[in-house]
């Protein structure tokens, strides 16, 4: 198996998760009680957030291939980049990354288009919602996508910062959350809701809500790395 490298920290809470999903998703695969090389190098998150809140792609791009090519030095041969937002610039890390890289969105259309998905809603911070990197890949296999209202996108960027980021879960906010998937499924018709900010599974951790799929892209990045480390 190839060490698996993650560009963590982004935020500290979510690459917990991650860690815990990647051991889960090994065992499942090899339940011989071993455990799998991880290697993990934790960024500044306030300093990416920045360079994404001012539209720096450049800065937020240099910053995860320095973190790649460290990860590379460590010995990983499979990578992630361990939260939705810097997949804004995916494509331009992937094209200078030292290791073959694993897209939190491609194995997330992998995993609607198994589930037999056709109209999701999507979550996340501000950059997530109003950026083109889900919409183009979703599309591509012929998933509509629907984001949030103005107010809604808002409210949910702003719990995210302030509080998911930084480990605080208020019922409040978790009861608002599914608020806005049973008026999304009411008003769009969706039949899903990506999880489209790896800090939102700590606060939604039912796999269903309103009677339809929550998917959590935290844990089917997880499982599509280790599954890529192992082939």
Do not use: C, W
């Not at 996340?124 to 209202?149: K, S």
């Not at 809604?152 to 998911?164: A, F, P, V």
């Amino acid at each position: 198996m190839k060490p698996i490298g993650v560009v963590g920290g982004i935020g500290p809470e979510s690459t917990i998760d991650y860690y815990r999903a990647m051991i889960a998703a090994y065992r499942e695969r090899r339940p011989d009680g071993s455990y799998p090389a991880i290697v993990i190098s934790s960024v500044d998150a306030s300093a990416m957030l920045g360079a994404l809140a001012k539209g720096d792609f450049e800065t937020v791009t240099n910053m995860m291939v320095a973190e790649l090519e460290r990860l590379e030095r460590a010995g990983s041969g499979v990578a992630l980049l361990a939260a939705n937002s810097p997949h804004i610039v995916f494509d331009q890390v992937q094209r200078r990354s030292p290791l073959p890289l694993v897209s939190i969105v491609e194995a997330t259309r992998d995993e609607a288009v198994r589930l037999g998905l056709k109209r999701l809603a999507l979550f996340g911070t501000r950059y997530t919602m109003q950026g083109h990197f889900y919409q183009d890949v979703f599309g591509a296999a012929g998933l509509a996508l629907v984001v949030p209202d103005e107010a809604e996108q808002t409210y949910i960027h702003d719990k995210y910062m302030n509080e998911l980021v930084k480990g605080v879960l208020v019922a409040e906010t978790r009861e608002r959350l599914l608020g806005i998937v049973a008026q999304l499924k009411a008003r769009e018709g969706i039949d899903g809701v990506i999880l489209g900010g790896t800090e939102l599974p700590l606060i939604l951790r039912d796999t269903t809500a309103s009677g339809i799929p929550l998917l959590d892209t935290t844990v089917i990045h997880a499982k599509a790395i280790v599954a890529r480390a192992m082939a």
